[in-house]
């Protein structure tokens, strides 16, 4: 013989209509994995940023190195300065932001490139 239910184990019973469903862990969705900062180079050399447009991320590292024989800059308008880079130098950013960064050579005003970061 089955025992009649009583107040308590009702209340039990229903609880899922209380309060809600119950969810298990196995059910939350997991969240995305964090991609590790990347590095990407832009090689100047014959008065030309290469590749002249790149896509990035938020973290990861950028690094000009000047191949020709005459100096550069890599300037953003209050974005970033790489100020002289010298034959043979490098220089890095890491972007802290999204956007689009359009930046020149300001000795050489037709060396143009493009960083957009995500």
């Given at each position: ?26 059910a939350?969705?997991k ?31 950028v ?37 689009r ?18």
């Amino acid at each position: 013989m089955q025992r009649p239910h009583t107040g308590l184990t009702a209340l039990l019973l229903t609880s899922g209509q209380l309060f809600g469903p119950v969810y298990s862990a196995a059910a939350e969705p997991k969240p995305a994995p964090i991609a590790a900062p990347q590095i990407h180079t832009i090689l100047i050399n014959g008065l030309q940023f290469m590749p002249a447009e790149l896509q990035v991320h938020v973290g990861d590292a950028v690094i000009w190195t000047n191949a020709d024989i005459v100096p550069h800059t890599i300037l953003a308008s209050k974005s970033f300065d790489s100020k002289n880079l010298g034959p043979g130098q490098s220089w890095q950013w890491v972007p802290r932001r999204t956007g689009r960064f359009n930046y020149a050579c300001a000795y050489h005003p037709t060396m143009l490139g493009t960083l957009s970061v995500q």
